[in-house]
């Protein structure tokens, strides 16, 4: 039996580590005493191949993968009846179903995850549902010792333009560990300082050791928790059919920050393929599971246009002047 699912995917009694800032009086707290959802056991023993497009529903393909054996899973699935016309994000008969069916998906996630992997889970609320919120919310508190960070993707571009509220233009991102030791590249992606802006930071006395400061300010600074990037216009050239489709400069970016060249990458909603094609440029493996056969077609096609993965050491802007990624 894989010792892993034994012990919850990793979730630790609440008296340890973070789980201890939840215990005492906080009304909750029977969500996080109850044993942690998962598929099951695998009903195929077959491993599944890598650098492939599995063509599968989550539920089926996920509990097939080795424990231990991802580094990064890269989650950009149903938000949970924000997108109101789109089958797959109406696919539960209420709440309760969509957070218990995300929070098996993350069990086995976090199973498959090395020790220093990390989970990263996309989000949006829509007009009138706001599960995300609470599918945060409910993760961080059924996973209280795998919560890592939350960011905010900036798509710079709004969207569904709005008489009567704001107009949306940000999804949330949130980031779970398997444990404390996750790998984090962050000298990786850097949004670069125009050259005025380095010659004023260099008069700052604090920085002693001029040499380094100069060659962290040549690379430029580091991300901070609100990425801008545009999202893709319907008329952009990388835009492939998908509805939700995601720049590749920013999945490009979480993997170069959250892995190293070879290590895998899974991603259990591949939609168009994304994923897999800024891991493939990138050097990394990857998996990809998406239930649409006709998604699936979309990724295959895709992934066979795209030109030779980049070599270590260059330094690609995708964008001239907005972020750099440097390549390892
Ligand atoms: C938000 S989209 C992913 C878009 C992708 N990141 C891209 O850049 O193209 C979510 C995808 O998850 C797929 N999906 C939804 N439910 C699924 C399930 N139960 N199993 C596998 N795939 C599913 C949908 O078909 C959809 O293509």
Redesign the pocket.
Same mark, same amino acid.
């Given at each position: 039996m894989d010792s892993e699912r034994q012990t919850n995917s990793g979730l630790v009694a609440p008296e340890t580590g973070n789980g201890a800032l939840y215990s005492g009086e906080n009304p909750l707290r029977k969500l996080w005493e109850r044993p942690v959802l998962n598929w099951g056991f695998p009903t195929d023993t077959t491993p599944l191949p890598q650098n492939a497009v599995i063509c599968a529903?989550? =539920?089926d393909a996920l509990p097939s993968i080795a424990s231990r054996t991802v580094q990064l899973v890269l989650a950009? *699935?149903?938000y949970g009846k924000a997108l109101e016309k789109v089958r797959?994000d109406n #696919?539960w008969r209420g709440l309760k179903q969509f957070l218990e069916w995300y929070e098996r998906c993350v069990s086995e996630c976090l199973r498959v995850l090395r020790d220093d992997g990390a989970c990263i889970l996309f989000g949006q609320i829509g007009k009138r549902c706001h599960w995300f919120i609470h599918l945060q919310s409910y993760l961080s508190l059924r996973f209280p010792d795998h919560f890592f960070d939350r960011i905010i993707w900036d798509r710079i571009v709004g969207y569904s333009e709005r008489r009567d509220s704001f107009t949306p233009a940000h999804e949330e991102i949130l980031i779970l560990r398997k444990s404390a030791t996750t790998k984090f590249r962050k000298d990786r992606v850097r949004e670069p300082y125009t050259e005025e802006q380095q010659r004023q930071l260099m008069c700052d006395e604090r920085y002693k050791n001029k040499k380094a400061r100069k060659e962290h300010l040549a690379k430029g600074k580091y991300l901070r928790n609100i990425i801008r990037v545009p999202s893709l216009r319907g008329t952009s050239k990388e835009k492939c059919g998908?509805p $939700? #489709? =995601?720049p590749l400069e920013l999945i490009q970016a979480l993997i170069a920050l959250f892995t190293d060249r070879g290590d895998l990458v899974l991603d259990?909603?591949? *939609?168009? *393929? !994304? !994923?897999a094609v800024a891991a493939q440029l990138l050097g990394r493996e990857w998996i990809g599971?998406? =239930? $649409?056969r006709r998604?699936c077609r979309r990724a295959q096609k895709r992934l066979a246009k795209q030109a030779t993965a980049f070599n270590p050491g260059d330094v690609i802007e995708p964008r001239p002047g907005k972020m750099r990624i440097y390549v390892d």
């Open positions: 529903d989550v =539920k950009d *699935g149903p797959w #696919q998908h $939700s #489709q =995601k259990p909603f591949l *939609g168009s *393929g !994304t !994923t599971i998406e =239930k $649409s998604h």
